[in-house]
T-cell receptor, first 115, second 112 residues
């Protein structure tokens, strides 16, 4: 398997524009996570899905952020409108639950810069 | 609520010296604890995990960590640092579910 695939790797956009980040989890994994990493706040969990259903979105900072998982092989994180303070590295991770905790595999991240 | 505190955002050690990265956790139930490593421009990779079995956990690349309930600690150690160990290390906690909370991270610098 190619691992968790995120696109794009880098995104530069102007303030006010819509940004869509994409993630393809590892085939067969039933959990998908979106994290945001910044120097000031470290790695924050934004939202996670189980079997394509959002389970906990308490980490989503504002209504400008939304995430979807239309099927088991694809998820998006959308920011509309984007602001400079959204600049960060966004990671997607996936895992499979086998009766206990199992390792979450991370993608390489999308570095978002909002100017 | 679960949380972890990593003591020291930057740690420098000489090549060949002991690596000690500190982590204290807070959890309302017996936790699962993890250490992840992040190399530049990469995602996070699991180093090791504690899931209520042996309190001394061995991971990849010669790292190990000891779970101490009385101290609510899960410090990461390696007897001899290599240049390739330079990276950022994250301690994390989970209360038995898939939701994992990460610490702020500790950047390890290895000095030749």
């Amino acid at each position: 398997d190619a691992g968790v695939i995120q696109s794009p790797r880098h995104e530069v956009t102007e303030m006010g524009q819509e940004v869509t980040l994409r993630c393809k989890p590892i085939s067969g994994h039933d959990y998908l996570f979106w994290y945001r990493q910044t120097m000031m706040r470290g790695l924050e969990l934004l939202i996670y899905f189980n079997n394509n259903v959002p389970i906990d979105d308490s980490g989503m900072p504002e209504d400008r952020f939304s995430a979807k998982m239309p099927n088991a092989s694809f998820s998006t994180l959308k920011i509309q409108p984007s602001e400079p303070r959204d600049s960060a590295v966004y990671f997607c991770a996936s895992s499979i639950a086998t009766g206990g905790w199992t390792e979450a595999f991370f993608g390489q991240g999308t570095r978002l810069t909002v100017v | 609520a679960q949380s972890v505190t990593q003591l020291g955002s930057h740690v420098s050690v000489s090549e060949g010296a002991l690596v000690l990265l500190r982590c204290n956790y807070s959890s309302s139930v017996p936790p699962y604890l993890f250490w992840y490593v992040q190399y530049p421009n990469q995602g996070l990779q699991l180093l090791l995990k504690y899931t209520s079995a042996a309190t001394l956990v061995k991971g990849i690349n010669g790292f190990e960590a000891e779970f101490k309930k009385s101290e609510t600690s899960f410090h990461l150690t390696k007897p001899s640092a290599h240049m390739s160990d330079a990276a950022e290390y994250f301690c994390a906690v989970s209360e038995g579910y898939q939701k994992v909370t990460f610490g702020i991270g500790t950047k390890l610098q290895v000095i030749p």
